[in-house]
């Protein structure tokens, strides 16, 4: 096991494994540390508005060439297969999981909740204006 020294990237280890995803996406996302502890990498595979959706995601803090201290919030890079590039931040309070889009308090947020023992998240995307889905994981592996 990869040790991770960082608090709130240590509080994102309980993501580790692959997941089943239902709700408005469907299919599998599963969870790993990069060597050193400072990226946690999730591989997308998913089913959505009747398409597929396959993509790699980094998530860790931004720490610029040359810069001695890294981001207070932690960060993810997303790259899918149609070429599209997401960012989001990261933040787990006790079993409550946020990812804002784009930066925290956007307004387009995913906010789920981890059950006792650690095997599902249940929670959904939320979007202004009243848009978003159900988005739902359990722990397969």
């Known amino acids: ?19 089943k ?4 996406a469907a299919g599998t996302v599963t969870y790993r540390w990069m060597e050193g502890g400072h990226f946690l990498i999730q591989d997308v595979d ?3 508005d009747g398409g597929s959706v396959k993509g790699t995601e980094f998530i860790g803090r931004k720490r610029p060439f040359g810069a001695e201290e890294p981001s207070e919030d932690v960060h993810s890079w997303y790259f899918d297969s149609d070429g599209s590039t ?6 787990v ?4 999981l946020t990812i804002w889009a784009h930066k925290r308090d956007s307004g387009a947020y995913y906010r789920g909740t981890f059950n006792a023992d650690g095997t599902s998240v249940t929670g959904a995307w939320v979007y ?9 994981m359990t722990r397969v592996g």
């Open 86 to 91: 997401l960012a989001y931040v990261y933040e």
């Open 21 to 24: 995803v239902t709700g408005g």
């Open 46 to 48: 998913l089913t959505q």
């Open 128 to 136: 202004p204006g009243g848009g978003g889905y159900e988005s739902n």
């Open 1 to 19: 096991m990869t040790e991770i020294n960082d608090p709130q990237l240590k509080a994102l280890d309980r993501l580790v494994g692959t997941w």
């Open 93 to 96: 309070e006790g079993d409550t």
